[in-house]
Nanobody, 123 residues
């Protein structure tokens, strides 16, 4: 059974940076498209970005494009999202997710989820 564990969240000032990690176990990371989502209080879960399993191509939501970078280290079975120029609007619980398909854009496309890590950006 695939398990995902996020870490690296915390409190940061606006303009600062954080790197979140997602430790993958119970399978082979390279077989999965890995996505990052976030959910702010009172809002729906929002797509942040994904790195595709077949060619490691990346796609980002417009709200984070140019500021966030997703990467994967198959040897370490870990996926990362580097978040720069953080804004208070980025405050949310961040989740990583694994999909056994190339095309994975919506929460329902993903098969496995982590428990989430809180990111809080102060103004």
């Amino acid at each position: 059974q695939v398990q995902l564990v996020e870490s690296g969240g915390g409190l940061v000032q606006a303009g600062g940076s954080l790197r979140l990690s997602c430790a993958f176990s119970g399978g082979t990371l390279s077989l999965y498209t890995m996505g990052w989502f976030r959910q702010a209080p009172g809002k729906e879960r929002e797509f942040v970005g994904r790195i595709r399993r077949s060619d490691s191509s990346m796609y980002y939501a417009d709200s984070v494009k140019g500021r966030f970078t997703i990467s994967r280290d198959n040897a370490k079975s870990t996926v990362y999202v580097r978040m720069n120029s953080l804004e208070p609007e980025d405050t949310a619980v961040y989740y990583c997710a694994a999909a056994g398909r190339d095309s994975a854009w919506y929460p329902e496309d993903y098969d496995y989820w982590g428990q989430g890590t809180q990111v809080t950006v102060s103004s």
